[in-house]
């Protein structure tokens, strides 16, 4: 399957873009593990006014078109690294 991005063979580790899926999954489940805990002391009468307050002044950092710019060029140089090598 050539759109199937393979492990390199000799050092058996993942690319960038591979890698990146990884993060981001992870960074995806821990938000979602996050709020499923916040509604359940929500629920549970847990969680004061203050704290709600807190965390509603203080939103989660979503990514930029920068953080993206800036991994798409980290990408690059890493597949131009690659190909000077071979």
């Known amino acids: 399957m050539p759109d199937v991005r393979s492990m390199d063979r000799q050092s058996r580790r993942m690319d960038a873009r591979d890698r990146l899926i990884v993060v981001?999954?992870?960074?995806?489940?821990?938000?979602?593990?996050?709020?499923?805990?916040?509604?359940?002391?929500?629920?549970?009468?847990?969680?004061?006014?203050?704290?709600?307050?807190?965390?509603?002044?203080?939103?989660?950092?979503?990514?930029?078109?920068?953080?993206?710019?800036s991994l798409e060029k980290i990408i690059a140089l890493d597949e131009r690294r690659k190909s000077n090598r071979n």
Not at 52 to 64: G, S
Request: proline fraction near 4%; glycine fraction near 2%.
């Open 24 to 69: 981001l999954y992870a960074q995806l489940k821990a938000e979602r593990e996050t709020r499923e805990t916040l509604e359940w002391a929500i629920r549970n009468g847990a969680v004061s006014r203050e704290v709600l307050e807190a965390i509603a002044a203080d939103p989660v950092p979503v990514v930029t078109s920068e953080d993206i710019a």
